[in-house]
T-cell receptor, first 109, second 117 residues
Framework: GQSLEQPSEVTAVEGAIVQINCTYQ??????LSWYQQHDGGAPTFLSY????GLEETGRFSSFLSRSDSYGYLLLQELQMKDSASYFC??????????FGSGTQLTVLP | EAGVTQFPSHSVIEKGQTVTLRCDPI?????LYWYRRVMGKEIKFLLH????????ESGMPNNRFLAERTGGTYSTLKVQPAELEDSGVYFC???????????????FGPGTRLTVT
């Protein structure tokens, strides 16, 4: 079967660094995507890891370990606007994404 | 560059009626996806088009749902007849063609909120 685990909530202060972990179990795994969603709106693409290792995009970095079925999203220099839901979404062979319940990040002043 | 657009933004219909949702992907994107989020649940994949062909429709819940993508441009998702459990937010996403990792960068539209009463 398929499973996806991430923390339901994370709270941090402005300027801090936060890591959101994700463990997954899916069939036909191709890579791991990360999306941000504000208030139930359109999910916004943040990052994609096809290979093991770290991908860096500005303040956001994402890591993947295929052997551990594990990845994380690292957000640095947190800003108030980063308060949102974050989803790790494994990509399947047909490019479909699997979304879990997501992590609600709250950034405090 | 215009993003993915969806119409309508909201739709309220009665059980048994028909509703058609429309998605206009980003120009030039061959891949088009439909997802939906029913109340309290995760976003679920419905189907995937490559141009006008259905690549994968394994997520379609039943035969009351019909998706089309005429000419490989915009897509429609018809629900007929609608049931109460169809209520939720229907998202459309698109991504460019190709074998590179860029195809996994999906651009989502704002969604259509469907309420079946």
């Amino acid at each position: 079967g398929q499973s996806l685990e991430q923390p339901s909530e994370v709270t941090a202060v402005e300027g801090a660094i936060v890591q959101i972990n994700c463990t997954y179990q899916t069939s036909g795994f191709y890579g791991l995507s990360w999306y941000q969603q504000h208030d139930g709106g359109a999910p916004t693409f943040l990052s994609y890891n096809a290979l093991d290792g770290l991908e860096e995009t500005g303040r956001f970095s994402s890591f993947l370990s295929r052997s551990d079925s594990y990845g994380y999203l690292l957000l640095q220099e947190l800003q108030m606007k980063d308060s949102a839901s974050y989803f790790c979404a494994p990509a399947g062979s047909a490019r479909q994404l699997t979304f879990g319940s997501g992590t609600q990040l709250t950034v405090l002043p | 560059e215009a993003g993915v657009t969806q119409f309508p933004s909201h739709s309220v219909i009665e059980k048994g009626q028909t509703v058609t949702l429309r998605c206009d992907p980003i120009s030039g994107h061959d891949n088009l996806y439909w997802y939906r989020r029913v109340m309290g649940k995760e976003i679920k994949f419905l189907l995937h088009f490559v141009k006008e062909s259905k690549q994968d429709e394994s997520g379609m819940p039943n035969n009351r749902f019909l998706a089309e993508r005429t000419g490989g441009t915009y897509s429609t998702l018809k629900v007929q007849p609608a049931e109460l459990e169809d209520s939720g937010v229907y998202f459309c996403a698109s991504s460019p063609k190709g074998a590179g990792t860029g195809v996994y960068e999906q651009y989502f539209g704002p969604g259509t909120r469907l309420t079946v009463t």
